[in-house]
Nanobody, 123 residues
Framework: VQLQASGGGLVQAGGSLRLSCAASGRTFSSYTMGWFRQAPGKEREFVAGISWTGSSTYYADSVKGRFTISRDNAKDTLYLQMNSLKPEDTAVYYC?????????????????WGQGTEVTVSS
C-alpha cells in the first residue's frame, strides 16, 4: 500500500490542524493504521493508532485528550485531528500501515510508511 500524508503547516500554540493520509494500491480497510512523529534530534515516536475497523483507538499519553485519530475506509483515508497544539508537538508526522489487526506502538512493526508532513507550532 502507498501512503501520502498531508495537512501539515505552521500554527500558533493552542491552534488546530487536521492531517490526512491517503492510501492506494491495496485494500486500506485490511490494515491497522498509525500516526508517528519525529522531532529534530529525536527518535520517531508513536502518536496514535487505530484498528482496521476503526472501533479501537490508542494514544500516546502526551497527546491524549488533544488528538483524535479516525479513518474513512470508504475513502481510503486516515486522519489525525490535532487540537490545543503545543510547541512540543512540532515534528514531522508520518502515517504508517501494519498488516495485522492489532494496534502496536513500535515503529519497527509497521510495514508501510508515508513520506511525512511537517507541523510547526509557534509559541
Amino acid at each position: 500500500v502507498q501512503l501520502q500524508a498531508s495537512g501539515g503547516g505552521l500554527v500558533q500554540a493552542g491552534g488546530s490542524l487536521r492531517l490526512s493520509c491517503a492510501a492506494s494500491g491495496r485494500t486500506f480497510s485490511s490494515y491497522t493504521m498509525g500516526w508517528f512523529r519525529q522531532a529534530p534530534g529525536k527518535e520517531r515516536e508513536f502518536v496514535a493508532g487505530i484498528s482496521w475497523t476503526g472501533s479501537s483507538t490508542y494514544y500516546a499519553d502526551s497527546v491524549k485528550g488533544r488528538f483524535t485519530i479516525s479513518r474513512d475506509n470508504a475513502k481510503d483515508t486516515l486522519y489525525l485531528q490535532m487540537n490545543s497544539l503545543k510547541p512540543e508537538d512540532t515534528a514531522v508526522y508520518y502515517c504508517a500501515a501494519r498488516s495485522s489487526k492489532v494496534v502496536v506502538t513500535p515503529t519497527r512493526l509497521y510495514d508501510y510508511w508515508g513520506q511525512g508532513t511537517e507541523v510547526t507550532v509557534s509559541s
